[in-house]
């Protein structure tokens, strides 16, 4: 059965078809090699061209092999080529719909998982920063962990739809610049834009995904995972912080 990744991973795929997808890939590991390989696609895609380091090539090497016939490799790369012209395009134009994005720099690498302390470890393995892990399974599933320079950002489903997370350590986001700011019972001060940004223990957060009552719960229930975290490690500061990383 072919499965629509692009549409999944954007968050355009009906939410019951996500959902179930979602749940697919946790007990189908062939279903979750083959979302692995599209998304080493998407992560060389949105490298702008540069050298790529994928902890997933391996992943997809067994995919391959698996399910895709040797005489129709040929004709899939050419495929694969084509597409990822055409995403490297909607990338460059979906970056510069918001402005309040804390990062404005490609992913380097981009790792599939569900696993919140394999997704943190494998961001820390490469960042400059400690980024916590954030199991938010009250609210959203994670799917995917990606990283750039000075950033990191995770990516959930909630209701079928698209969530992420981006942070960054010692910066000031353009989301600071908004008047329009909420204060949340036990929370933080929220600043909403076309999503939603808070800032906690020297880090700067801010959460994209079509609803705001989903965000909100998922800055909540974050929030209440970083005091938990603050108490049980030390954070490390990155060894060197320019500002142009987060804006």
């Given amino acids: 059965m072919k499965h629509d990744w692009q549409s999944y ?29 599209f998304c080493e696609v998407a992560s060389l895609t949105r490298a702008s061209g540069r050298e790529v380091s994928v902890p997933l090539k391996e992943l997809e090497r067994n995919w391959r092999s698996q399910f895709v016939p040797a005489r129709s490799r040929a004709r899939k790369k050419s495929a694969i080529l084509l597409v990822a012209c055409g995403a490297f395009a909607y990338g460059a134009w979906f970056l510069t719909l918001d402005p309040n994005r804390i990062s404005s720099s490609t992913a380097t690498a981009e790792l599939a998982t569900a696993d919140p302390a394999t997704a943190a ?65 036990d929370g933080p001060m929220v600043y909403r834009c076309k999503g939603s940004g808070w800032q906690q223990l020297g880090y700067a957060f801010y959460v994209e995904g079509p609803r705001e009552s989903v965000r909100l719960q998922m800055i909540s229930e974050a929030f209440k995972i970083l005091k938990q975290w603050k108490r049980q490690s030390m954070i490390y500061a990155p060894k060197s912080v320019k500002k142009s990383d987060c804006q």
């Fill in 121 to 185: 470890s494998w961001v820390n393995s490469h960042v400059t920063f400690t980024a916590p892990p954030m199991d938010l399974a009250k609210t959203a599933t994670l799917v995917s962990a990606r990283y750039g320079e000075g950033w990191a950002e995770y990516d959930y489903r909630a209701g079928g739809e698209a969530y992420s997370i981006t942070l960054c350590y010692g910066c000031r986001p353009n989301f600071l610049d908004t008047k329009d700011v909420i204060s949340t019972q």
């Fill in 9 to 37: 991973r954007d968050g355009s795929m009906e939410p019951r078809a996500a959902a179930e997808l979602t749940d697919l890939m946790r007990t189908d590991r062939s279903v979750a090699a083959e979302y692995a390989a």
